[in-house]
């Protein structure tokens, strides 16, 4: 309740909540000193790759537990347990993405054990992999946050241990200059959400999500404008950390730079952590911007959240059309998986239609193996060749035949065909949109599906039509062979059973308990 | 009595293709006859089991239904916002059923997919990867015909336009990557507006209030049976005002534009399958860049899907929609007979030839969907059916006169009739077939469908029988040139058909003598079951 302004100190049993995240940084501190004090003949990767991989799991693990725990019995609106004056909070809106969370950040752990060796340009080679933590730590607290503030903290933790992993290569020149570009627009981005949640807090005299929202009705009569601007700003700076357009330029040269799994990881955790934390902040404060006499400001920055998805989807798609280098690609799939994540935020709640939430988190879970699976597909083929170009895929059927049917499944849930993830993912996501009304979203969702096919289905031309220049078969490395196998039979459970995880989401979350900052 | 109701003998066709795949994926890679062995027992199962069913369908007349369902996704949605209701779901179910629709196409998808699995002997590499998506494509088709969820249905006809994109981008000939993206893009374009239109419907028609007892549950539906029942029922949301006598708004009312564009949608997105001019530029490259055995069945069943979605999903759901545009469907149909027959009179390659000849043959399918009365629609299917097998056969000997001659230019082809006589008489057989001599199965489909539409619009059918006469011209010309004149030398030592080819060809010739000439085995499946929901309909929404 935000009128508890007082300090409430942590209790012991208050820490047992706490447990995926502090355990998470304890161990983080523990592999810190291993690394600092273990000979140099200890193999780094094992202990940066495999530690991590071992907390990341615990943290998982605390995180299941606390969810099935919350919810024993099929009560999805159990109560939220709130810690340090409601400023963070243990919900199943925020455990469910916090499953999310680590268990990409684990899929890319696997993948940077697979393909770290081979990369000479990576000299530290611990610190690449446990400085993923802080960052799924930042992630996690954006999820779980009730304030302005707690979810500002989370922000940078993640953004400034995401801007030293992009510049990971040291010895390439591309990944500094990739670390140096995101440094900057990172630091205008939180600047431009800093600055709109200033507005928030000077117009509400709240940082609490729950007072915003209470205030917020009172204030709409003399203050429109400063609301506009407060929103517009946070929308905006979120809207580069999602990466979607007209705020995405910077992600296919980020990406292209920084190592292949740092790509993975600012195209799942990042950006899945950003929209969570778009998802908490306008259903809490702008959402209620609506009185009997002025509703305009909650239904304008919806409209703007749906405007900014479709410019993604369609701004992605399309400037996807003529790219030749895989990761720049990747990128530009991200921007438009941006926008299809955006929609179910963007249609905000009526009477015909409240699964935003599922519909969200199941994309987002399709998303994440997707995605994870196709950079790691290129990471086994990058081994061999160059610079990640399409072509390097050049007849994969002959040199990698299992590989290759793996990204087959893979790149369907991409382009959003049966049967997988991606397939109900988005038509879930339409049939949101469907029942919302908003029949120009749809068209513009399946226009840019369409026209997706012709480059997903260009790296099919080139594994199964084209013969490349090499026959040597393509030894795919344990740790990223089981990434790959992971993602693709998670992609297929997905499109199988998709009513098992939706029926699961359903029992757990509940509107007004775990997603409202009351 | 027959044991087949009593098992789940819908799911068995289905599935069965799918047991042959897993076979051949466990088979040593590069034992080629082998895998063509299995693969053509693979295709044999469905199309005994479906022969089965045809007949002991016609044997029961109406009396037991065909119907298979199980609850493949349930997905609760949110009803926190309703205080009163106890379940709030959207249903997506595994729903298979036949009717005298479905039951033919599905009978010609196991026959012409037999045969082209013996027609694939040119297929000279990767047989491994050909005949697995090639069973995946048998898989896919027998779906789209046998599914009776919308939802279910878009999956199998996207899941064709996979296995597609691979048998044409693989195993074609020069410009085959072009012709597989021009495939994948334009039929993509078509699933896409399909997809919408079908959101839509299950958003509005798909919903249903259900009362159990106390309990009241919300549920929207992707069953095509639960469409079509709320579509017809007074009582249904879907059609209710917009706004109650209480003042609430009804969310789930379809206006008559919305009915109008929802039918627009689909005659567009099954247009392009269809294809109907002007969305037939994909079709054309498939037909000259894919391998033989995969435009037997690209012409032989897939086409055939977009007249079977038009039907099932625009005719039948709308009706009176499908009733005022029924003049625009006839002239869409007579444009493509005239234009495709027309160019194919100026092609110079065989495999064009053909294509045309397709495009002009579908639009007779058009004619008799247009003509809006039984007659027609009987010859509408029936057109299907017939142009399944000729097609079929006619792109079968194109694969063995490619085989032996290098060539489908008809300037380059000529007096095969000597050194082939057996591949020139059933080319000459399946030419006039398609041309429409009687006794044949083409003739019977052209009359009802035209008959249907004199009926109904005596002017289009006097100009589409116009294109009849130019179909014997175009038929005539190119395979008269083949057959007849002067023999190249280069081709006097060919060697005519092995049994292999000989088979498939002798098969489908004889089901289209069958058809020619005992059509009832086919119009009275028809009839017994869709002649009376098509009664029902013309009667009461249509008005007559």
Same mark, same amino acid.
């Given at each position: ?74 009560? $999805?609106? #159990?109560?939220?347990?709130? @810690? /340090? ?8 809106? &925020?455990?469910? %993405? =916090? *499953? ?118 009172? $204030?709409? #009569?003399?203050?429109?404008? @400063? /609301? ?8 905006? &700076?979120?809207? %580069? =950390? *999602? ?276 | ?544």
């Amino acid at each position: 309740m935000h009128e508890a302004d007082s300090f409430v100190p942590l209790t012991w049993a208050d820490m047992l909540h706490l447990a995926p995240e502090l355990s998470l940084s304890a161990l983080f501190i523990m592999i810190v000193l291993l690394d600092l004090v273990l000979p140099k003949r200890v193999n780094r990767i094992w202990i940066g790759g495999w530690l991590t991989l071992g907390s990341l799991l615990i943290s998982l693990g605390f995180v299941i537990w606390q969810l099935l725990d919350r919810n024993s019995g099929g009560n $999805a609106a #159990a109560e939220t347990i709130q @810690l /340090l004056a409601n400023s963070y909070r243990i919900d199943d809106f &925020g455990s469910l %993405l =916090k *499953i999310v969370f680590l268990a990409g950040a684990s899929l890319i752990v696997l993948l940077a054990i697979g393909s770290t060796k081979d990369d000479d340009a990576i000299t530290d080679r611990a610190e690449y992999f446990y400085l993923l933590l802080p960052a799924v730590v930042g992630a996690m607290a954006m999820a779980s946050s009730g304030n302005l503030i707690s979810l500002y903290i989370g922000l940078e933790l993640l953004s400034i241990t995401s801007y030293i992993l992009v510049g990971m290569r040291k010895k390439s020149s591309k990944s500094a200059e990739a670390a140096f570009k995101y440094l900057v627009t990172g630091g205008i981005s939180s600047a431009f959400i800093l600055f709109g949640m200033s507005y928030l807090y000077g117009v509400t005299g709240s940082v609490d999500l729950g007072g915003i929202g209470a205030a917020i009705p009172g $204030a709409i #009569a003399d203050f429109k404008a @400063l /609301l506009y601007v407060g929103f517009f700003f946070i929308l905006a &700076g979120f809207g %580069l =950390k *999602i990466a979607t357009a007209p705020f995405h330029a910077w992600a296919p040269d980020v990406y292209q730079g920084a190592p292949t799994p740092v790509a993975a990881f600012l195209a799942v955790v990042s950006k899945g952590a950003a929209l969570a934390a778009v998802f908490r902040i306008m259903y809490n404060t702008a959402f209620f911007a609506a009185t009997d006499l002025d509703a305009y400001i909650s239904k304008d920055v919806f409209f703007a959240m749906l405007v900014l998805a479709a410019a993604g989807m369609l701004t992605g798609t399309t400037a996807a059309l003529r790219q030749k280098q895989v990761k720049r690609l990747l990128a530009l799939s991200g921007v438009a998986n941006a926008g299809y994540l955006l929609v179910p935020i963007g249609l905000s709640i009526t009477v015909v239609h409240s699964s935003n939430f599922a519909e969200f988190i199941y994309y987002l879970i399709a998303y994440l193996f997707m995605t994870v699976g196709a950079f790691a597909v290129l990471t086994a083929v990058n081994r061999t060749a160059g610079e990640g170009e399409m072509k390097d895929f050049a007849g994969m059927y002959y040199r990698a035949p299992w590989t290759a049917a793996a990204m087959v499944v893979l790149l369907l849930s991409l382009a959003g065909l049966p049967i997988s993830g991606g397939f109900f993912g988005k038509l879930f996501i339409l049939i949101g949109a469907a029942n919302a009304k908003a029949y120009w979203l749809v068209a513009i969702m399946v226009a840019s599906s369409v026209i997706s096919y012709y480059f997903y289905f260009g790296f099919i031309r080139q594994m199964f039509m084209r013969s490349g220049g090499e026959e040597e078969e393509i030894r795919v490395p344990a740790a990223t062979g089981i990434a790959i196998w992971v993602c693709v039979a998670a992609t297929l459970a997905l499109g199988l059973f998709p009513g098992i995880v939706m029926e699961w989401i359903d029992g757990a979350f509940s509107l007004q308990v775990d997603l409202l900052v009351k | 009595m027959s044991i087949l109701p009593d098992i789940p003998i819908l799911s068995f066709i289905l599935l069965s293709p799918l047991l042959g795949l897993l076979v051949i994926l466990f088979l040593p890679k590069h034992s080629g006859n082998l895998l063509k062995t299995a693969a053509v027992i693979a295709t044999l199962i469905p199309l005994a089991l479906s022969l089965w069913l045809y007949a002991d369908y016609d044997k029961q007349q109406s009396g037991a239904v065909y119907e298979e369902q199980l609850d493949w996704v349930e997905v609760p949605l949110n009803k926190e916002l309703h205080s009163d209701v106890s379940a709030f779901t959207f249903k997506l179910q595994y729903e298979l059923g036949v009717d005298g629709l479905s039951l033919p196409l599905l009978l010609l998808t196991g026959l012409v997919t037999a045969m082209a699995a013996l027609g694939a002997f040119h297929v000279k590499k990767r047989w491994k990867a050909f005949f697995v998506w090639f069973l995946l494509l048998e898989f896919a088709m027998l779906g789209v015909f046998l599914a009776r969820d919308v939802f279910l249905f878009f999956v199998f006809f996207e899941l064709t336009l996979v296995a597609m994109y691979f048998l044409i981008g693989i195993w074609g000939f020069y410009n085959r990557e072009r012709a597989a993206n021009q495939f994948l893009i334009y039929n993509g374009l078509g699933s896409a507006i399909m997809l919408i239109a079908f959101v839509i419907l299950v958003n509005t028609a798909g919903f249903r209030v259900e009362q159990i007892g106390e309990q009241v549950q919300y549920v929207y539906s992707g069953s095509y049976a639960d469409i079509i029942r709320n579509m017809t029922d007074a009582g249904a949301m879907v059609n209710q005002p917009a706004v109650n006598e209480m003042g609430a708004l009804n969310p789930f009312v379809m206006s008559d534009t919305m009915h109008r564009t929802l039918f627009i949608m689909l005659l567009v997105a099954f247009g392009i399958k269809l294809p109907i001019f002007p969305f037939h530029t994909w079709m054309l490259k498939v037909h000259a860049e894919a391998p033989p055995a995969v435009v037997m069945i690209h012409s032989g069943i897939l086409l055939k899907m977009g007249a079977y979605g038009l039907l099932r999903f625009g005719l039948l759901l709308f009706p009176e929609q499908a009733k005022s545009w029924a003049a625009v469907l006839a002239v869409l149909g007579v444009i493509n007979i005239l234009y495709g027959a027309v160019l194919a009179f100026r092609q110079m390659e065989l495999r064009l030839v053909l294509a045309y000849s397709s495009m002009s043959h579908m639009g007779i399918v058009l004619l008799g969907l247009a003509a809006f009365n039984e007659i027609g629609l009987q010859g509408a299917i029936f057109q299907l059916v017939s142009h399944g097998l000729i097609s079929a056969l006619l792109f079968l000997i194109v694969g063995s006169l490619y085989e032996r001659t290098g060539t489908t230019e008809l300037t380059e082809l000529g007096g095969l009739a000597r050194s082939l006589p057996f591949t020139s008489g059933a080319l000459l057989a399946a030419g006039l077939a398609s041309l429409g001599l009687p006794g044949l199965s083409g003739f019977v489909g052209e009359l009802l469908a035209l008959l249907g539409l004199f009926e109904s619009m005596r002017w289009l059918a006097a100009i589409a029988v116009l294109g009849v006469i130019l179909t014997a011209v175009y038929v005539l010309r190119s395979v008269l040139k083949i057959t007849f004149g002067p023999l190249p030398d280069k081709y006097a030592a060919l060697k005519d058909a092995r049994l292999i080819e000989a088979v498939p060809m002798i098969v489908l010739l004889a089901f289209i003598v069958l058809l020619g000439c005992y059509p009832s085995l086919l119009t009275d499946t028809v009839q017994y079951s869709i002649g009376d929901v098509f009664a029902q309909l013309l009667a009461t929404r249509a008005g007559g």
